[in-house]
C-alpha cells in the first residue's frame, strides 16, 4: 500500500516562528501537494511539485514555500507564521498516467498558530 | 480555471437508505477525471470512485455509483445501503487529463451523517 506520512499530527506554534511541515511518500510519485483544509473552504492548493527541485504555485501560496531536495520528501514552510495560518494541512503524492489517477493522501496536520 | 461547486453543505441519511450527493463542475476541456473522495473522522482522505470524461458510462463500486452528465457538467455520487461507517466529509474533485496537468481540484465538501 501506498503510504503518505506526515511528520506531526498536531503542532502549536507562535507568531513570527518560522514552521516546518514535513511529508514523506514511500511509492517514487513524481508529484507531491500541500492543500490547506478549512471549514466551509473545502481544500485548497497551496504548492505543489512535479518533480525534486521543481515546484509550482496553487491557488493560495503566500506566506508559504516548499522544498523538494528529495524524491519522496516534501516540505511547506511558514517562513513566519500567522495566526490566518491556523488550518488543517494535507500532503498527498500522486504518479499519473492513463492507469494512474488517484492521489493518495496523508493523515493531515493540525497547526494551532498563538 | 476550473471550478467544482458542492451546493449541499451538510446531508443526513437513514441507515439501509439511499443517498446522493451533487457535485458541478466548470471546465472547457473535454478529456479530464473525476473522483469523489472521502474523508471519516480520522482524517485520512481516500478515493471513493472515479471517472473518465471520455467514458459515457457510469462508474460503479460497489455501493458507490456516480451519475455523470457530462453536457450538464454535473457529477453525482449515490450511496445505496447507507451503513454507519459512510458517516464522512466527501470531496469532489477534477483534473485535466494528459501531461502536464497536476492540479487535483476540489470542492468545498458536503458532510454526511448516517442516522441510526
Known amino acids: 500500500d501506498v503510504k503518505v506520512t506526515q511528520s506531526s499530527r498536531y503542532l502549536v506554534k507562535r507568531t513570527g516562528e518560522k514552521v516546518f511541515l514535513e511529508c514523506v511518500q514511500d511509492m517514487d510519485h513524481e508529484n507531491m501537494f500541500w492543500y490547506r483544509q478549512d471549514p466551509g473552504l473545502g481544500l485548497r492548493l497551496i504548492y505543489f511539485?512535479?518533480?525534486?527541485?521543481?515546484?509550482e504555485k496553487g491557488d493560495i501560496p503566500e506566506g508559504y514555500s516548499v522544498s523538494r531536495e528529495k524524491k519522496e520528501r516534501f516540505s511547506l514552510i511558514l517562513e513566519s507564521a500567522s495566526t490566518n495560518q491556523t488550518s488543517m494541512y494535507l500532503c498527498?503524492?500522486?504518479?499519473?498516467?492513463?492507469?494512474?489517477?488517484?492521489?493518495?493522501f496523508g493523515q493531515g496536520t493540525r497547526l494551532t498558530v498563538v | 480555471a476550473q471550478t467544482v461547486t458542492q451546493s449541499q453543505p451538510e446531508m443526513s441519511v437513514q441507515e439501509a437508505e439511499t443517498v446522493t450527493l451533487s457535485c458541478t463542475y466548470d471546465?472547457?476541456?473535454?478529456?479530464?477525471?473525476l473522483f469523489w473522495y472521502k474523508q471519516p473522522p480520522s482524517r485520512q482522505m481516500i478515493l471513493v470512485i472515479r471517472q473518465e470524461a471520455y467514458k459515457q458510462q457510469n462508474a460503479t463500486e460497489n455501493r458507490f455509483s456516480v451519475n455523470f452528465q457530462k453536457a450538464a457538467k454535473s457529477f453525482s455520487l449515490k450511496i445505496s445501503d447507507s451503513q454507519l461507517g459512510d458517516a464522512a466529509m466527501y470531496f469532489c474533485?477534477?483534473?485535466?487529463?494528459?501531461?502536464?496537468?497536476?492540479?487535483?481540484?476540489f470542492g468545498k465538501g458536503t458532510k454526511l451523517s448516517v442516522i441510526p
Open positions: 471546465t472547457s476541456e473535454s478529456d479530464y477525471y
Open positions: 474533485a477534477y483534473r485535466i487529463a494528459g501531461a502536464g496537468s497536476y492540479q487535483l481540484t
Open positions: 511539485s512535479y518533480d525534486v527541485k521543481m515546484k
Open positions: 498527498a503524492s500522486s504518479f499519473w498516467d492513463s492507469m494512474n489517477t488517484e492521489a493518495f
